[in-house]
């Protein structure tokens, strides 16, 4: 079970990773953020379009309504600037809500339904986790883009986080 204090390092660590992959890809030429490559979704911009959706359908799971996305590769913000912009602001919610998790509130369960129409039911911290997890598979996908174009890739694992942070090289 997930604690309070981990859902915080958690959240925050997916915001840093968010930060740090967001910084690269945006200082490339934008005919390189949108040119398709052989990727699962293509290119930076529909990769990183992807999380931030997967992002919002589990923040609508947690809040108890309805997503409205009709799949995973919905384009809700076509331009690379706007989707860093709405990234940061679920980056922050995820934050916000982790900071007001109990050990109590984590373990509450929530029913889902996936867009295939699977459905399940996990807890609020088995959520946090599933959205941080698909987050760092899917920066994945973009390093191996940056590694196709010589571009540099960041170096965003968990242990480069926490050496950071105890280093008092980046703040929570």
Known sequence: ???PASARMLADYKRWANRETFAIVMALPAEEIYKDRVSLFKNFARSLNHTYVVDLIWQAHIEGREHGIPALNTVTHPGI???WEAQQAMDEWYIAWAAAQTETSLAREKDYALIGGNTGRMSQGEILLHVVNHN???????????TQIAAPRPSVDLPVYKRKLAQGAIRP
């Open 1 to 3: 079970m997930l604690t």
């Open 81 to 83: 600037e706007e989707l």
């Open 136 to 146: 760092s598979y899917h920066r994945g996908f973009v390093s191996d883009l940056l």
